[in-house]
């Protein structure tokens, strides 16, 4: 397991969260199952559509509308380099958002995977 990688991972969602969650909050879990190691960052933000969850995921990518792209500045890796990286671990980044409810990343490494404790 790559610890920097996945600090890295962890630093890109926990900034996403908060720059999109003006007030509200943002809560990383962390649990172990049979099936491996999850962690979830979910926030009360502004949320997405599915067609703009598609689009964040892409490389260099920037929803826009709304003026989100003025207020938000960004380069558009977050998600997209995230996702890339939990493929090269060997785990996956899935997202769940809705419009003005907010949005949830699940990041999930199987069992034969190690999550070094100082990571999270």
Do not use: W
């Amino acid at each position: 397991m790559d610890s920097v990688r996945t600090k890295q991972v962890l630093i890109n969602l926990l900034n996403n969260a908060i720059k999109f969650t003006d007030c509200g909050h943002v809560v990383m879990r962390n649990s172990r199952d049979a099936f491996g190691h999850t962690i979830t960052i979910s926030d009360t933000g502004i949320g997405m559509t599915k067609d703009q969850v598609e689009v964040a995921l892409m490389p260099f990518k920037q929803i826009h509308g709304n003026s989100l792209s003025r207020r938000y500045q960004g380069t558009g890796l977050g998600l997209s380099l995230s996702r890339k990286i939990m493929e090269l671990l060997g785990g996956d980044l899935h997202v769940e958002s809705e419009p003005d409810k907010g949005t949830t990343v699940t990041l999930h490494f199987p069992q034969n995977i190690v999550v070094p404790p100082s990571t999270v």
